[in-house]
């Protein structure tokens, strides 16, 4: 029962900042997060309207991601000591923009550096 008051309660979207920059230090690109939301069974983060910009040494316009939705599963004993480990992620109506440049380099390399 205080699991779906706290569900009920919580504003995941209070940390939308906090956890756009810590996804843009781990992937070392730009990353915009939409209107967020947060379930308990199961526990899982809903995300809309996510967008990866391109590696700047492309130019391009197109970010390298975006989706309508991402949904992130986490698995749930570890959550019980504060520790977040992620079961599944999963993109809906995701756009992936792959390059390859002359060198033969693709713009997906440097993702996470």
Known sequence: MAALVFAATFDVNRYRATIQSELENRLGRKVTLGDMHLSVFPPRLRVLNISISDD????????????????????????????VQIDSLGLKRPSV?????????????????
Not at 56 to 79: C, E, G, I, N, Y
Not at 101 to 109: P, S, T
Request: proline share 7%.
């Open 56 to 83: 700047p040494r492309f130019s391009t316009q197109k970010p390298f991601v975006q989706a309508q939705q991402l949904d992130v599963s986490v698995k749930l004993l570890p959550l019980l000591t504060k520790s």
């Open 97 to 113: 923009e792959l390059i390859k440049n002359k060198q033969g380099v693709w713009n997906f390399v440097s993702l996470g550096r």
